[in-house]
Antibody, heavy 120, light 106 residues
Framework: QAQLVQSGAEVKKPGDSVKVSCKAS????????ISWVRQAPGQGLEWMGW????????IYAQRLQGRVTMTTDTSTSTAYMELRSLRSDDTAVYFC?????????????WGKGTTVTVSS | SYELSQPPSVSVSPGQTASITCSGD??????VSWYQHKPGQSPVVVIY???KRPSGIPERLSGSNSGNTATLTVSGTQALDEAEYYC?????????FGGGTKLTVL
């Protein structure tokens, strides 16, 4: 069945960048998009953005514009999320989730999450 | 930015019905999804497009959406339903989550 396998935990310093991967299997990668969602400790879910695995089109959350880049590699069915200029409040569990964009879209398959810790 | 408001917590006795609300401006004109999130696990979609249940989600979970409020109803609540529940909708091309509601089964 469809699954998303994410890369391992990361520890970064303020100002660093982090790149998290999300490898898809069990479905046609290019038939869907990937959203990235994060959860800071004790906080709720925050949508970060979406990328089409078909053509690479992206939508980023306004508050992360300029710091986040989402890409895909269709040859390996892998999506990537890079976050730059890390701050302590970027400490969170980062999830990738399969889904479309737009009003009727929903996220039906989720990765297990990648913990990113930002600390000096 | 689009705001979705949820009560922080809802408590229910086993076997009873719990209702979790999600409020937003003209929310009834949008599709709402609901996600169940248990500690240490990945979120799971339990309702999408307001009322639809993915395969494997029990019928006792149901959704509605009208006016400015969407509601997730859990009938015959069981201990395994205890979780954080998030509503989600799209507005102006971006996705937004509610703040989450902790469902406690007493």
């Amino acid at each position: 069945q469809a699954q998303l396998v994410q890369s391992g935990a990361e520890v970064k310093k303020p100002g660093d960048s982090v790149k998290v991967s999300c490898k898809a299997s069990g479905y046609t990668f290019t038939s869907n998009g990937i959203s990235w969602v994060r959860q800071a400790p004790g906080q709720g879910l925050e949508w970060m953005g979406w990328i089409s695995a078909y053509n690479g089109n992206t939508i980023y959350a306004q508050r992360l514009q300029g710091r986040v880049t989402m890409t895909t590699d269709t040859s390996t069915s892998t999506a990537y999320m890079e976050l730059r200029s890390l701050r302590s409040d970027d400490t969170a569990v980062y999830f990738c989730a399969r889904g479309g964009s737009g009003s009727a879209a929903y996220m039906d398959v989720w990765g297990k999450g990648t913990t990113v810790t930002v600390s000096s | 930015s689009y705001e979705l408001s949820q009560p922080p917590s809802v408590s229910v006795s086993p076997g009873q019905t719990a209702s979790i609300t999600c409020s937003g401006d003209e929310l009834g004109d949008k599709y709402v999804s609901w996600y169940q999130h248990k500690p240490g696990q990945s979120p799971v979609v339990v309702i999408y497009q307001n009322t639809k249940r993915p395969s494997g989600i029990p019928e006792r979970l149901s959704g509605s959406n009208s006016g400015n409020t969407a509601t997730l109803t859990v009938s015959g609540t069981q201990a395994l339903d205890e979780a954080e529940y998030y509503c989600q909708a799209w507005d102006s091309g971006s996705a937004f989550f509610g703040g989450g509601t902790k469902l406690t089964v007493l």
